[in-house]
């Protein structure tokens, strides 16, 4: 089966930094490098936003709240994305999950796979 598994999360104070990785198994792992890959979060009592994707030609595109500050790469021999936090912020603290997705022709629908999520947490 497809698995997308995370690692990295953790505690740090604020202005500190994380790596978040994320390593791709099963049918995806063959044809990793075509899909658009992403790291979204979802706090408590609020909807899951975007935090960032790269596409499989490397184009990112970041929320407004982390630009300059979060930076997501690929590395498609490894089938992983990563997810470099710096001068994280109280704010910050969520659960974050990675994200796998690609526009299917042979069935015309989106395919989508997402990780199990890990905790990050940014305070005092």
């Known amino acids: 089966q497809v698995q997308l598994v995370e690692s990295g999360g953790g505690w740090v104070q604020p202005g500190g930094s994380l790596r978040l990785s994320c390593t791709a198994s099963?049918?995806?792992?063959?044809?990793?490098?075509?899909?658009?890959l992403g790291w979204y979060r979802h706090a408590p009592g609020q909807q899951r936003e975007l935090v960032a994707t790269i596409t499989s030609g490397g184009t990112t595109n970041y929320a407004d709240s982390v630009k300059g500050r979060f930076t997501i790469a690929r590395d498609n021999a490894k089938k992983a994305v990563y997810l470099q936090m710096k001068s994280l912020k109280p704010e910050d603290t969520t659960v974050y999950f990675c994200?796998?997705?690609?526009?299917?022709?042979?069935?015309?629908?989106?395919?989508?796979?997402w990780g199990q999520g890990t905790q990050v947490t940014v305070s005092s």
């Open positions: 994200n796998a997705n690609r526009w299917d022709w042979s069935n015309r629908r989106e395919e989508a796979y």
């Open positions: 099963g049918s995806i792992f063959s044809s990793f490098s075509i899909y658009t």
